[in-house]
């Protein structure tokens, strides 16, 4: 068991700067969370503060209901996998990952057997007697997973683990992270900048944006009903596309066009008659085949799909850019036309930002 409690979680760094605002989550266990937003928003600071590697300025931190606000990291039974792997040059795999419980005096033969344990699960079998240098960087990434392991601890804490390595090895060591995850059962808590990861790994996904926690829910939620305009911006690649509009009637007046709004997009909508708002578009839910006229800039084959970068014609001089994920392959060329139509919609409030719902 290991389900953690976060709770109106202040860090005030020594400097006065303040990294993180008021954190509250709930950490179920065997649960994956992923804490995700751009680099300096508080993300490491609130897993360190986890992992008692910072103190805690304000709130307080329960471990299976149990108050570990103060503990020191050494007691508090989790494990953590950090960015650079920090391993020790001079041991071998295998000595590398008996370290801690070597440390722990435990029995010989229980290590040996927890080492070979873990190689097994990691496919470090070979590996054992080589030295970290003569390793790959997705298998010292691994060695340093298998070191967390070892100490069966209740919860493994990583910090960016995939950022030092290229981009087919981050594919795979995501994966093992994943199965990993699978067969340990463990609560994790996982920090990144990349929101490919954070899709792809977690249970529920934690975005953060500059000390403050901006929604917290399954991937699937962030992606299909973002909370506000940065989450919007931030899940999803290529971002979502934003227009600044004006509700007319039953249109949503563009510089560049007009959409036309359902009757339960018109209902959604009826407090903004006249106003201003924000219309968000993912570039994926673009279709060729309306009315809205895309002048083409460029044009990228992805194989199933096509990126189409282009810019708005409409009814005055003004343009915007666009980005639209067509299915199949195109070949457009730069300056043709191309008609679309948006076939999912997102509206913010321009002022508050927030989603309107
Ligand atoms: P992230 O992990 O999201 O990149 P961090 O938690 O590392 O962000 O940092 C959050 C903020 O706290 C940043 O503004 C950073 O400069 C600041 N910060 C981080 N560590 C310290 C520290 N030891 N002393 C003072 N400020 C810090």
Redesign the pocket.
């Known amino acids: 068991m290991a389900n953690i409690s976060l709770q109106h979680l202040d860090k005030i760094?020594?400097?006065k700067?303040q990294?993180?605002f008021d954190f509250n989550l709930e950490v179920k266990d065997g649960e994956f969370i992923v804490l995700v937003?751009?680099?300096?928003?508080?993300?490491?600071?609130?897993l360190r503060m986890v992992a008692g590697l910072e103190d805690i300025s304000a709130g307080k931190l329960l471990l299976d209901g149990k108050d570990i606000t103060s503990a020191p990291a050494k007691d508090r039974d989790m494990a953590m996998v950090f960015q650079n792997y920090a391993l020790y040059g001079h041991m071998t795999v295998y000595e590398n990952m008996a370290f801690s419980l070597t440390l722990r005096k435990e029995d010989p033969n229980v290590i040996h057997k927890k080492v070979l344990a873990a190689a097994e699960i990691l496919g470090l079998t070979d590996q054992l007697n080589k030295k970290p240098k003569q390793l790959s960087g997705g298998q010292r990434q691994r060695v340093a997973m298998g070191r967390a392991i070892v100490r069966n601890p209740k919860v493994f804490l990583f910090d960016e683990p995939l950022s030092n390595l290229d981009a087919k090895l981050r594919g795979a060591t995501r994966r093992e992270i994943l199965l990993l995850h699978k067969r340990m059962n463990a609560t994790m808590l996982y920090?990144t900048?990349d929101q490919t990861e954070a899709l792809t790994l977690a249970d529920r996904i934690v975005c953060?944006s500059m000390?403050h926690v901006q929604q917290v829910g399954t991937p699937l939620e962030l992606y299909d009903t973002p909370a506000n305009l940065f989450v919007a911006s931030f899940i999803g690649l290529p971002p979502m596309n934003f227009f600044n509009v004006r509700m007319e009637g039953d249109q949503l007046e563009g510089s560049f066009f007009a959409y036309k709004l359902t009757a339960e997009q018109k209902e959604l909508l009826k407090d903004y008659q006249g106003r201003e708002l924000v219309l968000g578009v993912r570039p994926e839910d673009i279709e060729t085949g309306g009315d809205i006229d895309v002048q083409v800039f460029s044009n990228e084959n992805l194989g199933m799909s096509t990126l189409v970068h282009g810019r708005l014609m409409g009814r005055n001089t003004q343009d915007a850019q666009i980005t639209c994920k067509l299915r199949g392959w195109c070949d457009y060329k730069s300056g043709d036309h191309v008609n679309v139509k948006f076939s999912k919609c997102h509206f913010f409030d321009k002022e508050t930002t927030n989603a309107i719902r």
């Open positions: 760094y020594d400097n700067v990294a993180v937003g751009p680099s300096g928003c508080g993300k490491s600071t609130t920090v900048h953060m000390g």
